[in-house]
T-cell receptor, first 112, second 115 residues
Framework: GQQLNQSPQSMFIQEGEDVSMNCTSSSIFNTWLWYKQDPGEGPVLLIA?????ELTSNGRLTAQFGITRKDSFLNISASIPSDVGIYFCAGRLSSGTYKYIFGTGTRLKVLA | GAVVSQHPSWVICKSGTSVKIECRSL??????MFWYRQFPKQSLMLMAT?????????EQGVEKDKFLINHASLTLSTLTVTSAHPEDSSFYICSARAGPNTEAFFGQGTRLTVV
């Protein structure tokens, strides 16, 4: 099935560092979302973006909807150990079943 | 956010048997529910989209006769894996949303192991 490309695939960082990850697509999306998945759990919605160029924050998380509508970025500031997990981007289709296309995921590990 | 509950959280079944997984929206009415499968260290792959009261829309390559989906009410959808085989072992996750322009919330997932 179709997937969005995320990078990096995985990253190890020190506690307190800032983290950046991005998501790119060959198709345009009108809605971009970022989720976090802990081991053995379902994804949890972190941020939803609805407008090209939009910059939205949720605590230490900031996400941007790329101006071309083909990419999105997620930044985590001052990382803490509980930030560990897998981060997925997703694009939501604007017609048909309005389904979500998920990214390949970025696995984050925080070293205390 | 809204609450979506899956049951069971994990299940082990014998090869050749069928297994039913339930997905419930606890505090909202879900017009649409999605079913995903996730293999270890991989992303979520959409299996099918179900709308209340109508037949599910399956993604290409997903066998509708093997993965039976029923969305009989606005708060419940079920996925039945029929004649399960070891290669069906996976993490199955549902999500539910109230309408086409609202976001979906995920259940906690069901770990299926077929032995």
């Amino acid at each position: 099935g179709q997937q969005l490309n995320q990078s990096p695939q995985s990253m190890f960082i020190q506690e307190g560092e800032d983290v950046s990850m991005n998501c790119t697509s060959s198709s345009i999306f009108n809605t971009w979302l970022w989720y976090k998945q802990d081991p053995g759990e379902g994804p949890v919605l972190l941020i939803a973006l609805y407008k090209a160029g939009e910059l939205t924050s949720n605590g230490r998380l900031t996400a941007q909807f790329g101006i071309t509508r083909k990419d999105s970025f997620l930044n985590i500031s001052a990382s803490i150990p509980s930030d560990v997990g897998i981060y997925f981007c997703a694009g939501r289709l604007s017609s048909g079943t309005y389904k979500y296309i998920f990214g390949t995921g970025t696995r984050l590990k925080v070293l205390a | 956010g809204a609450v979506v509950s899956q049951h069971p959280s994990w299940v082990i079944c014998k090869s050749g048997t069928s297994v039913k997984i339930e997905c419930r929206s606890l505090d909202f009415q879900a017009t649409t529910m999605f079913w995903y499968r996730q293999f270890p260290k991989q992303s979520l792959m959409l299996m099918a989209t179900s709308n209340e009261g109508s037949k599910a829309t399956y993604e290409q390559g997903v066998e509708k006769d093997k993965f039976l989906i029923n969305h009989a009410s606005l708060t419940l959808s079920t996925l039945t894996v029929t004649s399960a085989h070891p290669e069906d072992s996976s993490f199955y996750i549902c999500s539910a949303r109230a309408g086409p322009n609202t976001e979906a919330f995920f259940g906690q997932g069901t770990r299926l192991t077929v032995v």
